[in-house]
């Protein structure tokens, strides 16, 4: 019944054609194919496996789409993006950047943005600098919160990951000298600074531009990611 249902659905939306209805409830190549497709045009990994976030997009009614598209258009004439030939739009929905030079896309990825308790804003700006092989200082809240949790679970982490811990005064101190269960968010007096390389949390380029927000786009050592969907 699942997959009946399934291939009712994207009939509606244009992925299967209606003389693959047919089939009913066996999950043949095509409805594959239209899984696939309905999961590039959602933003979704294309790997025609029916998870969590596929079938949430599933149960998204029409009637929403028509309110997010409506919402879109607002949002396209309140800030009136004006772009030039060559620019980058890294769609957050979409989960996807591309950059464009007249008209055409020229390079296009996969990307992840924010999550769900900290999500990415959205601006618009003007890319100034670009760093290959970039060093990073861990943001007060990602130290305090995550990468204490880190070396909580696995001590040594920090070590391994190339990162130099500085107290207020800029001296450094060892992780080993630290008690990190008694350390935390709103007690937390060190700075974490991880050196450029392959464990580096930017990966290897790092791009800036200025934004009221302090973000930024950046690769990542852990491509990995992008092969999950839920």
């Known amino acids: 019944e699942a997959v009946g249902a399934i291939r009712a659905r994207l009939s509606v939306t244009g992925e299967l054609s209606a003389a693959d209805m047919a089939s009913g409830n066996v999950y043949d190549p095509n409805l594959v194919a239209a899984v696939k497709l309905f999961q590039r045009n959602h933003g979704l990994n294309d790997d025609g496996v029916i998870g969590a976030r596929t079938i949430e997009e599933l149960n998204v009614s029409a009637e929403e789409r028509v309110r997010q598209i409506l919402l879109n258009m607002e949002r396209m004439r309140e800030e009136g993006p004006r772009f030039e030939a060559r620019h980058l739009i890294a769609n957050i929905p979409s989960q996807e950047v591309k950059v464009i030079e007249d008209g055409k896309v020229v390079f296009y990825t996969k990307a992840i943005f924010g999550k769900l308790e900290r999500k990415s804003p959205t601006l618009s700006s003007v890319i100034h600098t670009v760093k290959l092989n970039p060093d990073w200082t861990a943001p007060a809240r990602i130290a305090a ?80 990611l992008f092969e999950k969907q839920d």
């Open 145 to 224: 919160i995550d990468e204490v949790k880190r070396e909580r679970a696995n001590p040594g982490f920090l070590d391994a990951k190339g990162f130099t811990i500085y107290d207020r005064n800029g001296n450094i101190v060892r992780a080993s000298d630290i008690n990190w269960h008694s350390v935390g968010p709103g007690n937390f007096p060190y700075t974490l600074k991880q050196a450029p390389g392959p464990e580096n949390a930017l990966g290897p380029v790092k791009f800036d531009f200025p934004n009221d927000h302090a973000v930024f786009l950046h690769g990542t050592p852990t491509v990995k």
